[in-house]
């Protein structure tokens, strides 16, 4: 009766009763978080194949990878170079590249989709490869604030989609939600938990609410971080090292959002004021409008908050 109600839960599907074991998976979008996602995959020994829209893309997502590599294996192997440039070569070769989607899901166990965060553009995608890829592939969606069920909405395969949310520096943050709609069956969210595991993260069990769990919490914080500053209740400089030096946060609000990029945070914040337009938590900020309206999206195009030429 437990074990009836359990997959009732979570969506039984006679096609997706038994755990699917991660080995090959594609990656669709190589900015940040796809080439982030991709190295630590290859890294753990999986075979990835990264897919975005341009073979020029593609090449800066390797160089990313390869830049990080070699950061990481610095402090990995720092008394052995050689074990280390071997290393390097050896997750490379873990990892292709693609612009044609619908010919890397054919042998995919996972495809985990890190591209521009909209919902038409992500419903679009998996609704093209739900037809191409095998019955047994799970799919999952890297978003920050979309639901997972709008995203899986124009799918099949309901009860093998949930969100896989990490966090940015994929290789450097230990945290991975793990985020099941109620439609994902128990075999597809363990499976994800353990790919998790296996990528030697951390997984934490969300509901499909807005925001997950951390950005839930913390894009509020960056907002109201903006209007403070607004407010002319301090300079950005101060409240950066306030945050830093009061609670011990790795970064301030303005280095943090120039580093996720404004762009993503606008969009984060816009959706859930749409959603809920009383919510105070929720209110605009006339700068970031302004900065995103300008296209200084922050680290990536070069200004945002602050500038990085
Ligand atoms: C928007 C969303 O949906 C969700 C999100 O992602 S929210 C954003 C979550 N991310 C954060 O909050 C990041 C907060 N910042 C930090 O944790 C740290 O500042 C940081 C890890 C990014 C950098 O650390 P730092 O001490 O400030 O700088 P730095 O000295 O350059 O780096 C520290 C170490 O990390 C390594 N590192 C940093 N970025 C790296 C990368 N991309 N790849 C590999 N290694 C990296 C560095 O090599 C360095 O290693 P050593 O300690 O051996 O020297
Ligand atoms: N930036 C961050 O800190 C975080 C972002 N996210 C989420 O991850 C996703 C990606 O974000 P970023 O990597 O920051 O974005 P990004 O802009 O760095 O990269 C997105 C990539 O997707 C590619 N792309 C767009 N449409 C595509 C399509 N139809 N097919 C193939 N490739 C396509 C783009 O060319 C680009 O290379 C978004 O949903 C975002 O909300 C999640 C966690 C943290």
Redesign the pocket.
Known sequence: MAFFAHQIRRGFSSSAVRNVVIKQVTIIGGGQ?GA?IA?VAASTGHSVTLVDTSDDILKKSIKTIE???K??V??KFADKPEAGEEFIQKVLKNVSTSTDAGSAVKSSDLVLEAIVENLKIKQDLFSRLDKLAPAHTIFASNT??LPISDISSTTNRLDRFGGL?????????KLVEVIGTSSTSQETFDSLLNFSKVLGKTPVSCKDTPGFI??RL??PYLYEAVRLYERGHGSKEDIDIAMKLGVG???GPFE?SD???LD??KF?MDGWREMDPDNTLFAPSELMDKLVAEGKLGKKTGEGFYKYK
């Open positions: 978080m982030g190295q830049g990080s590599l950061r990481v610095k402090k920050s604030s949310h990490f966090f940015n520096p994929v290789p450097m943050m951390v950005n913390f894009v946060y790795p970064m943090l580093y996720i990029g993503t945070i984060i």
